[in-house]
């Protein structure tokens, strides 16, 4: 994870994204957000998104499994705050403050905890 240019990040009405975390796993700092598929939206009833959960980066083989999938980028947690009805300055910060948790831990991806973090945040205020 490079730099993050949020001057780059636009909002894209074709796609959205959504987190979903394993319901029966709690999250792990370790845990990065990557790609899972495209598939429907609990978010947007009758549309397609692209779904994107926590994987797990402690251990070796975790590691392994976890540098062969898709990790989300900058645009992709955007989608996702934004999705979940975050305003363009609430998205850009959350970005920024999710990336800022995964560089303190020396993630290689976005944080999984961060952004379930983030998303609380904003639906508890």
């Known amino acids: 994870m490079k730099g993050l240019n949020i001057s780059n990040i636009r909002a894209k009405p074709t796609h959205q994204g959504e987190f979903a975390p394993q319901a029966n796993r709690e999250l792990k700092d370790t845990d990065i957000v990557i790609f899972s598929k495209v598939g429907a939206s609990r978010i947007y009833q009758g549309h397609d998104n692209g779904l994107f959960k926590a994987k797990s980066t402690s251990g070796f083989f975790a590691k392994l499994s976890a540098a062969f999938k898709p990790k989300a980028n900058a645009q992709d947690i955007y989608n996702i705050c934004r999705a979940h009805g975050m305003t363009v300055q609430e998205a850009a910060k959350a970005i ?7 560089d303190k831990m020396g993630l290689s991806g976005f ?15």
């Not at 944080?111 to 205020?125: T, W």
């Open 96 to 102: 920024v403050n999710i990336k800022v948790a995964s």
């Open 111 to 125: 944080s999984a905890k961060a952004m379930q973090s983030e998303l609380q945040k904003y639906v508890g205020s």
